[in-house]
């Protein structure tokens, strides 16, 4: 079973990354973009129940302070807003560390039940009016993905 | 030896010259015609061709990143003296008629360990000696920052646990070269990432790997010029802490080789070949890897425990070259044999040459006697660290592989190691002449600035503004022993000359690690680039309170494509210096490493970087209580400029204003220096001192505005208080604020000290030109008494702040 496991800051909490992406955008000279949300994408292949899924994020991938979760969909966010995602993974081959250790992280949960592979991707979701995919491809490229390791996909999200 | 699926066996004997460059290029192997040739005769004679795995093993050994080929080889050098004739000269071994040349002469009997493991030893306190060794990471970084420079770190990090039996790494130290930040997008080719984005992915690789290792990372330095925009530097350093009786290794004949950490993978095949290439768009990725922190924390914890119980006769990392490398120099002078397929790996498929040689991060290689493999099992295995006996080490002189009981290659160790052919190079060096400032230029940039513009200006240049945005990344913290950290003043924002650490808690015993560079006077001549990178990193060290004495340097060079008779000649200018300064300063080199090569192609050009001498050194203390941090500490204390000032602007920061290099390179008279250091060593050791900062990048205007904004008070300085090595001194006083002279430094003395301080520096060049103010501006009064220079301290430290604030 295959299970897709989105990490997100809630609502009032610092998102560093996001702020900091938001900030190269515009030194990128591409001032449409109002706010960046980052997300930590799990994808884990793994012989184990909805419960224990939910066990691991709690206990493992979340800071239960700060962030919240949801499996099999999509993190909370302003989706009223126009918007636009990009999601960034590891091409095959490349060490994906975060993903080796959530399985050792698992183990020593004693979370029982086989896990085949964790892959660890961040989705971008990119605020603004009138932001063309042309520029989000041009973000993705220059900012979120080096193509030499890394992968992206866009989705349009709501456009203006 | 069959051909398998595995193995194959390749035609060499019966190549042309063609033929064996083919060969060398197809595979990637970075091997010259002679290299091949030599191959060529050494199979020739046995009556066989080599196998792939053989021939990627010799490739990997001979690689300049492992045999330093060039500096070692033969150069036919010429030069141009000043009055324009030639000369021209042999130099046999470039490093040991230089570098290696002035540690041998001082012969220092705290020289525990120099220029053969993987990093230099120095003496410390009656049980313990320090490791240091810095290394650089420079194509890896430029095509996946955040990858390149993580491994970077990890692997320096390696060559201290891999040093002697085993160091414990205490501090680390990085030094960046990027492009500027404000680089416009457009202007760069596409096939590269924007400085920028190679910046904050470099921190954060080391900040995630530095971090996570649990290694306090307490020193730095990044320099931006248009010349690293598309060959970025990144110099990684690690200081380890080590029993003294730990400090060689004696392998045997019959120990176990156990290979211990990560699993191999096919990442990061061919670097160390890679490394000696230059850069262009299409180059190979597999070379780029991303390193695991977390393993190799796990693996330097239950190594040096095994350590500790003396499991093990001898331990390297798996850096350039993998397990051929690793296993290559620990059965240099037994002979080894390693099974291939018990290698365990990340995933199945890979070939035998591409398990011998990979480059997977986080592992090392011990040598164990067969009876004490049992207890060191039980130690890896207690905390999940994976451990594997992979073959043994024997008495044959030859190096033994086997895969699924099939040999697939047997090299002898004499030739392995000592086959490579020397390098004949050639290499030359002549002045260049540089445009200088005309009196028009200069005045337009006077008369349109005042002297607190141009400071200003000087203060928000990337170079010489607040890394702050870097450094709180890190952490500097950990383990407890960081004594004066990166951020130091009255709220812990201004820029510490070094760093001083005290590893072990118990006692007040000490270091200091501190560096020098500045490429931008390598324009002018390498030879004073060297030398000032040397004075440098040895006043910043002094500043604090490091011992010149007991002060030990490490050379790191990077240069262009050495086939250039330019660039070698460059290398030979910096590498004398080394000599000359090393001899003068009495402060033995311990290390080294070359990173040649900082080139990339672009459209048919080959665009090379500035070639850059960094300088870290290191000094051991007996009580770190007596150090002291730069910032002025207390209104009306007496501000003493000491060392000389010359109209020396060539490379400067106020000549890059202008847009130009200039020719008056700062110099450095050794031996007046080392008695200035000598006296400030003592006078800082009695106590005498508040403050002291060095003159560097932007010389005493800069240099003043830090020492008062860290220190949330003002400074007066009154020039005709001081004496000038300037002709017709009354046009110059720009000169005088930022000429960047060497072996110069600020220095705050409370008043009651004032005939104590001026006893102990007596017969050195001391001039009492200002005080301390409580209002919070820096003054500065002109030759003619009249103010100059008048600035709101804040405002000087906001400037200064706002560049790197991202």
Known sequence: MIYRIEVGYKKNILDALGESVNKDIHDLGIKKVSKVKSVQIYKIDADLNFAQVDELCRKLLIDPITQEYLVNQPVEHEAALPHILVEVWFKKGVTDAVGDTVITGARDLNIQGAINSVHTGTKYVLYGQKLTTQQAETIARKLLANAIVQDYNINQGKLA | MTETDKVSIINIRDQGDDGLLAISRKNLLALNLTEMKTIQDYFRDLGRDPTDVELETLAQTWSEHCKHKTLRGIIEYRSQTADGSWQSETIDNLLKQTVMKATAELNLPWCLSVFKDNAGVIDFTKDNALAFKVETHNHPSALEPYGGAGTGIGGVIRDIVGVGLGAKPVVNTDVFCFGPPDTPFDSISDSILHPKRIAKGVVAGVRDYGNRMGIPTTNGAVIFDPSFIYNPLVFCGTVGLMPKKYISKEVLPGDLVLAVGGRTGRDGIHGATFSSIELDKETEVSAVQIGNPIVEKKVTDTLLKARDLDLYRGVTDCGAGGFSSAVGELGESCGARVYLDRAPLKYQGMLP???WISESQE??????????????????????????????????????????????????????????????????????????????????????????????????????????????????????????????????????????????????????????????????????????????????????????????????????????????????????ACYDAAKAYK?????????????????????????TMLISAISVISDVRKCITMDIKKSGNLIYLLGDTYEELGGSQYLALLGLTGNGVPRVNFAKAKSLFTSLTKAIGQGLVASCHDLSEGGLAVAAAEMAFAGNLGMEIQLADGSWQIADKDKNETAILFSESNSRFLVEVDPKNKKAFEKAMKGQSVALIGKVRKDKTLQVKGLGGKVILKENIAGLKETWQKTLRW
Request: aromatic share 8%.
């Open chain 2, 363 to 576: 592992r090392m290689v011990l040598a164990v006697p067969p009876e004490n493999l049992d207890r060191i099992m039980e130690i890896f295995t207690a905390e999940n660290v994976e451990a594997t006996v992979i073959g043994q080490f024997t008495a044959t002189k030859k190096l033994e592989l086997l895969y699924n009981e099939e040999t697939v290659a047997t090299l002898d160790m004499d030739f392995l190691h000592d086959g490579v052919p020397r390098y004949v190079r050639k290499a030359m060096w002549q002045l260049h002449k540089h445009e200088e400032p005309s009196a028009s230029r200069e005045s337009r940039v006077a008369g349109q600035k005042s002297l607190g513009k141009i400071l200003k200006q000087i203060l928000s240049q990337p170079t010489v503004a607040s890394k702050e945005w870097i450094i709180r990344q890190y952490d500097h913290e950990v383990q407890g022993g960081s004594i004066i950290k990166p951020l130091t003043g009255a709220v812990n924002d201004g820029p510490s000359d070094a760093s001083v650490c005290r590893p072990d808690l118990s006692s007040w015993s000490g270091f200091v690690v501190s560096n020098g560079i500045n490429p931008r006077y390598g324009l002018i001549d390498p030879y004073w680039m060297t030398a000032s990178a040397i004075d440098e990193a040895l006043r910043n060290l002094v500043c604090v309170g490091g011992d010149i004495e007991r002060t030990a340097l490490l050379d790191n060079f990077c240069w262009g494509n050495p086939d250039k008779e330019e660039q070698l000649g460059g290398i030979v200018r910096a590498a004398r």
């Open chain 2, 587 to 611: 402060t033995p080199f311990i290390s080294g490493k070359d990173s040649l090569n900082n080139e990339y192609s672009l459209e048919g050009r080959s665009l090379s970087i500035m070639a």
């Open chain 2, 353 to 355: 040459w591409e398990i």
